[in-house]
Every structure is written in structure tokens, then in C-alpha cells.
């Protein structure tokens, strides 16, 4: 036994305190940690030839369709740059909102790892439509352009908004009648099928959706996502690439039986619809307070507000939070599938009294 399971007292945080930054400073769901204790022990193949991994291929043909095809990778990043590789020949480009992560919280990885052009639109909302993907889909033949062959939408959006199934497939149509092929960064992809009341193949794989990136991570997992593949005709090689993007896990047993454990029950939706609940607890309670403004539709587990700066400061030394934007003050809140009634209520009620002080 190593000291840190003789004694409690190496504990090295409160397992009370729980914050709003994000959805990955969550732990792990018990029934997650249970599977992968269930997969544990003996020897299994490696590299994904293991028998976790193809069961994970029914799950996913289960939710996405019959041609899905489950490919599980490390991260988010890593799904999202394998996925646009595979939907683009080495001049291509895609077409993204600008707020996407893919563009302002991945590094330059698209970039620098996969080589890819982003060509980006300001939206309101997080969300494309056909006329804004207009702006950038452009120059089809120019060799002096970066050639627009993929768009990436990001569902539910980094705003906290969502895409109805057939905002998605209006987008879907526009791109492929020009070429284009489309990817869902589905980091929330779980919050959006709760918040719509939807099977998650209803915005994807029945909209023209042609690969995505399924999030675990936020939802309860200790780490992984998905890269799935809808559209095997057209999206091909995932399993070069993911090798030489880093991503191709040895012992895969342990990222494919947290999936398992995700979806082949309702354990997605559980903790997603529960996120999205604490959101919407957090709004309601927080559209009562006098100079506290929402500034966004919460429609997932995301609530964005402008409130004055002096009390956002004085909140963050007792609850993690990030300015989303640091010219107008504006923060995001993130809830989780292990936040509370009760931690939503005493943020409210801290919230209330630092107002108070204002
Ligand atoms: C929309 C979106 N996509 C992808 C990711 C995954 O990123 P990571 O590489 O941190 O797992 C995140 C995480 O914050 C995200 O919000």
C-alpha cells in the first residue's frame, strides 16, 4: 500500500469544495471509476485490438447509426485535430466560428499539428448558419486561397448555445452542395442531447453530419473522447492519423469501458441533464439579483454574466470562476454533473450578499 492510501491525511484537496471554471474540474463519476476497476486485471491486447474496444463499436452504432465507426483518443484537441484532418487534402481549410475552440483554446494545434487553415466568422452566438459560412466559403479553385473543404461547428457552442437538428442540417446541405464536409466538436455533445430531448443521432448522423468529436471528459469521465466517424465513404485513414497525432492510446481498454459505462445505459444524459439543470437553477436564481445581468440564452450547462468586477474579484476567493472576457467583465459559469442544489444556493447566496457590498 503506498502512503497515499494508508492515510486519509495525504488527501491533498476538500472533496467539499466545488467551483464554476469548468466542467473538467469535476472528478470522476463513481460508476465511471467502477468500469474501469471492471476492466482491470489480466492481460488485454493493446493499441485498441482489446475486447472493451470492440464492444464499444456496437454502443456507438447503437446511438450514431449502423456505418458509425468509434475511434477513442486522449482529448478533445486531439479528437478534434484528427477528425479535420481526415476531411481535408493538405490545401484545404475549414471554416469555423471564431469563438470555436478549435480556434481560440487549442494552441494553434490545428495549425501547428495538423496543418489545417482556419478560415473563421464572427458570429453572435457561437453558431454558424448557410449565410455565415458564406462569407468563408469562397475561392473553390483559386490556388492563391486556402481551398474551404470542411466546416466545424461546435455543439453545444462554447457560448452555452445550441443548434437545433435542422439549423444543423441547413448547414450540412449548404456545405456538401459546395464540396464541403462537416464536423460537430461534440465536447457537450451529451448536454446538447439532453437539452434537446433528443437521440444523439437525430442532430448528427440523420443531418448529414460526416464526423465527429464525442465528448467523455466533461461528462464524467476520468479522460477520453471519441472520434466518430458517420460518413465512411468520405472520411477515411482516422486510424493513421490518430497514430501519428499522439492519440492512439495503448492500453485503450481503459478509455473504451468509460464510454461503455457512459452510453450503453443512460448515464450521459443523467449527468448531463443534471449539469444543464444546475444551469438553469443558476440562472433563474441569479436573474433576481439587481445589477447582475445575463448576457447569454442558457441553454446547456454554461451561464454568462456581467456583473461589476470588484464583486467577480471578491467571489473568486471562495469560488473558482474565469472572466470570459476581460474588456467588458463579462464571466462564465460552468456547472457540472456533480454540482449541487446546494452549491448552486450558497453561490447565489454569496453572489447576493457581495452585491450587497457593492
Ligand atoms: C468546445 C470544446 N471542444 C473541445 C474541448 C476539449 O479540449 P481538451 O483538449 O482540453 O480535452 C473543450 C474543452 O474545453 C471544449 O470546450
Redesign the pocket.
Known amino acids: 500500500m503506498t502512503d497515499l492510501t494508508r492515510t486519509d491525511a495525504v488527501r491533498r484537496h476538500d472533496p467539499a469544495v466545488r467551483g464554476f471554471a469548468?466542467d473538467?474540474y469535476a472528478g470522476v463519476h463513481p460508476e465511471i471509476l467502477a468500469a474501469i476497476a471492471l476492466a482491470n486485471d489480466g492481460h488485454q491486447i493493446a493499441y485498441g485490438e482489446d475486447d472493451y474496444t470492440a464492444h464499444l463499436q456496437d454502443v456507438f452504432r447503437r446511438h450514431f447509426g449502423d456505418k458509425a465507426e468509434a475511434y477513442p483518443v486522449f482529448?478533445?484537441?486531439?479528437?478534434?485535430v484528427v477528425a479535420l484532418q481526415a476531411l481535408l487534402p493538405r490545401w484545404g481549410a475549414v471554416v469555423a466560428a471564431e469563438s470555436?475552440?478549435?480556434n481560440v483554446?487549442?494552441g494553434g494545434a490545428p495549425e501547428k499539428m495538423g496543418g489545417i487553415k482556419l478560415l473563421t466568422v464572427p458570429t453572435p452566438d457561437g453558431k454558424l448558419t448557410p449565410e455565415l459560412l458564406d462569407k468563408q466559403a469562397w475561392g473553390f479553385g483559386d490556388e492563391h486561397r486556402a481551398q474551404p473543404l470542411a466546416v466545424s461547428i461546435?455543439q453545444s457552442t462554447?457560448l452555452g448555445t445550441l443548434y437545433t437538428a435542422d439549423e444543423i442540417r441547413a448547414i450540412t446541405e449548404h456545405a456538401h452542395q459546395l464540396g464541403m464536409l462537416v464536423h460537430v466538436?461534440g465536447?457537450?455533445l451529451a448536454n446538447a442531447a439532453a437539452a434537446l430531448g433528443l437521440p444523439l443521432r437525430a442532430f448528427t448522423t440523420d443531418v448529414g453530419v460526416d464526423v465527429l468529436?464525442f465528448?467523455g471528459?466533461?461528462n464524467g469521465l476520468l479522460l477520453g473522447?471519441v472520434v466518430v466517424v458517420l460518413n465512411p465513404e468520405r472520411v477515411r485513414n482516422i486510424k493513421f492519423l490518430r497514430k501519428t497525432s499522439m492519440q492512439l492510446a495503448s492500453k485503450m481498454r481503459f478509455l473504451s469501458v468509460q464510454f461503455e459505462a457512459l452510453l450503453s445505459g443512460d448515464l450521459y444524459l443523467r449527468n448531463a441533464g443534471h449539469a444543464n439543470a444546475m444551469a438553469s437553477r443558476l440562472e433563474a436564481a441569479v436573474r433576481g439579483i439587481d445589477g447582475v445581468e445575463i448576457v447569454r440564452p442558457v441553454q446547456a450547462n454554461a451561464v454568462f454574466a456581467i456583473l461589476p468586477r470588484e464583486v467577480s474579484e471578491r467571489l473568486q476567493k471562495h469560488y473558482r470562476f474565469y472572466f470570459w472576457n476581460e474588456h467588458t467583465g463579462e464571466v462564465r459559469w460552468m456547472c457540472s454533473y456533480d454540482t449541487t442544489e446546494a452549491d448552486i444556493d450558497g453561490f447565489v447566496a454569496a453572489i447576493v450578499e457581495e452585491m450587497g457590498r457593492v
Open positions: 469548468s473538467n482529448n478533445g484537441t486531439g479528437a478534434n470555436a475552440h478549435i483554446d487549442e461546435t462554447e466538436d465536447s457537450r468529436s465528448g471528459t466533461k473522447e
